[in-house]
């Protein structure tokens, strides 16, 4: 009775599997045919009518933050990359940071927006702010997994890629930023949001006729076209991140064995950089957004990862190097709090827990 169980169970998940990985696709390629009512199309820079005067964000370049296939929405992402993403504002000076895109829709819509399944992904994400280790995230992660394997597909990717490098001009010109300005825009991605990254350059860079970066953190990358339109990848890893690693096992054209691929003519160009960030982990306290985890300099990992990546934008001579560091001086303290809160409430839930076994 209970292998019988056991069996049905397994087969009713390798069904989902099945299901999920063809049914993919479908959302990109209903957008592209015009079932949303929408015209696939890049959007085109404003003209200002006479005497109109369109105004521009003063920042030089701007960092658009995809994140990991954890997020539900634009808004509904993990509590500690929302953390991560407003101390970061504070502590990259002169960068327009763009925290709002939803990199696995091609229409930016969320999970919980007008979908058959909204009020389900709904209910996951009530249950997620009450335990954010909550099982039914995984139906989030593999919803959002098979989105990455549409970017990186030769066959949908180039409209799954079209679709969302729209959202981030969009996003990027709601915030002040002008298109054919020739500002730099950084493209930050985690997890599956470095793969989307690089699809999404394919477009960016001849629209916004400006330099594109990618910085990924924990990112799994495909070998994709996106490579030949960026000037830089920068690729964060943790020691202790294998899941990182799943984009060079996974697509031949990161094996060295093909020299000539998209992946391995930037190696050579000198494109790809890759930065050891230490023992940092793809999920946990541990991972590259933690608060409680610390680096011998005594840096949270949520921090460290921000001033590698303000370090990286210096380097490019995006920030000036003096306002980063009184950028950071001011921070300090505001930061040094927030990671003391945290820590101390990690450590509430643990004696919650020791108490609860041992009652």
């Known amino acids: 009775m209970i292998l019988s169980t056991l069996s049905l169970l397994i087969t009713g998940l390798l069904l989902l599997l099945i299901l999920g990985a063809l049914l993919a696709p479908f959302e990109s390629l209903g957008w592209w045919a015009g079932w949303f009512g929408e015209k696939p ?10 005497g109109e005067v369109i105004r521009e964000h003063p920042t030089t370049s701007a960092a658009v933050y995809l994140s990991g296939i954890g997020a539900i929405d634009a808004d509904s992402i993990p509590q500690e990359e929302i953390d991560w993403g407003l101390m970061a504002i504070k502590r990259l000076p002169g960068v327009l940071v763009v925290p709002d895109v939803y990199p696995y829709s091609v229409t930016n819509a969320g999970l919980t927006a007008d979908r058959s399944f909204a009020r ?29 394997a549409v970017s990186a597909d030769r066959r949908y990717g180039p409209i799954y890629n079209l679709g969302v490098a729209s959202e981030i001009i969009r996003a990027l010109e709601s915030r002040g930023y002008r298109v054919g300005s020739g500002k730099p825009v ?8 470095g793969q989307i990254s690089l699809g999404a ?10 330099p594109i970066r990618v910085i990924s953190i924990g990112g799994v990358m495909a070998d994709d076209p996106g490579l030949n339109q960026i000037t830089k990848l920068y690729h964060l890893y943790g020691e202790a991140d294998p899941v990182q690693k799943l984009g060079h096992w996974l697509y031949a054209g990161r094996w060295k064995w093909f020299p000539q691929s998209d992946w391995n003519r930037a190696v050579a160009a000198g494109k790809i950089e890759m930065i050891n960030m230490g023992p940092m982990a793809h999920n946990g306290t541990k991972n590259y957004f933690g608060w409680t985890a610390f680096t011998p300099e005594g840096k949270s990992y949520a921090i460290a990862t921000i001033d590698m990546i303000g370090d990286l934008l210096a380097k490019d001579g995006l920030i000036d190097p003096a306002t980063l560091q009184e950028a950071r001086a001011a921070n300090d303290p505001e930061a040094r709090a927030y990671e003391a809160a945290r820590v101390a409430e990690a450590a509430r839930a643990r004696d919650k827990q020791r108490q609860t076994r041992t009652a």
């Open 41 to 50: 199309a890049l959007p085109t820079p404003r003209v200002p009518e006479a």
């Open 120 to 148: 389900a992904y709904r209910w996951i994400e009530q249950r997620r702010l009450e335990n954010p280790y909550d099982l039914l995230q995984f139906v989030v992660n593999l919803r959002n997994l098979f989105q990455v």
């Open 186 to 193: 950084t493209l930050i991605g985690f997890s599956g949001g």
């Open 201 to 210: 350059a394919t477009y960016l860079a001849p629209v916004l006729k400006a």
